[in-house]
């Protein structure tokens, strides 16, 4: 897997990443005004991640690495890539419980729904009343 490169979405791009979103995760879609991180291999993007930012905050979200590619520890490489993004600014993120030791693994902290910035919780409790499992996680910048 070492023939992926992993760098910021040039923006002139962000329809194929839309695409991508369209064929394996229709939830999520990629806007123009938020930073897109992706890992690219010989076949085209495989992977990619979004930073919404939210006043003085940054949200992780849409992070999506293609079927076939899963299991390869591509998502911890493309969350080790987007570092110079994640310690921009306080960076938060809504984890499915079953990518919560990934994100732990690249330095979030799980937090209680309560310890999050009101702009969030107001979002992350939109999220779970619509049946989403979510956990707020915290980026620690000491990791």
């Known amino acids: 897997m070492n023939s992926i490169s992993y760098q910021p979405l040039d923006i002139i791009r962000l329809?194929?990443?839309?695409?991508?979103?369209?064929?394996?995760?229709?939830?999520?879609?990629?806007?123009?005004?938020?930073v897109l991180w992706v890992g690219e291999s010989p076949q085209g993007i495989i992977c990619c991640v979004r930073f919404k930012s939210i006043g003085e905050l940054q949200l992780l979200t849409g992070m999506l690495v293609q079927?076939?590619?899963?299991?390869?520890?591509?998502?911890?490489?493309?969350?080790?890539?987007?570092i110079p993004q994640i310690e921009?600014?306080?960076?938060?993120?809504?984890?499915?419980?079953?990518?919560?030791?990934?994100?732990?693994?690249?330095?979030?902290?799980?937090?209680?729904?309560?310890?999050?910035?009101?702009d969030l919780l107001q979002r992350f409790e939109r999220y779970c009343n619509s049946g989403k499992k979510l956990i707020p996680m915290q980026y620690n910048t000491q990791s």
Request: aromatic content about 14%.
């Open 67 to 82: 079927p076939t590619f899963r299991g390869q520890k591509i998502a911890t490489h493309l969350l080790q890539h987007a």
């Open 15 to 34: 329809p194929i990443v839309n695409k991508l979103y369209k064929d394996f995760y229709p939830a999520g879609k990629a806007k123009r005004d938020e």
């Open 88 to 118: 921009q600014k306080p960076c938060y993120c809504f984890a499915f419980k079953e990518l919560e030791t990934l994100y732990q693994q690249a330095g979030f902290t799980t937090l209680q729904p309560q310890q999050l910035p009101h």
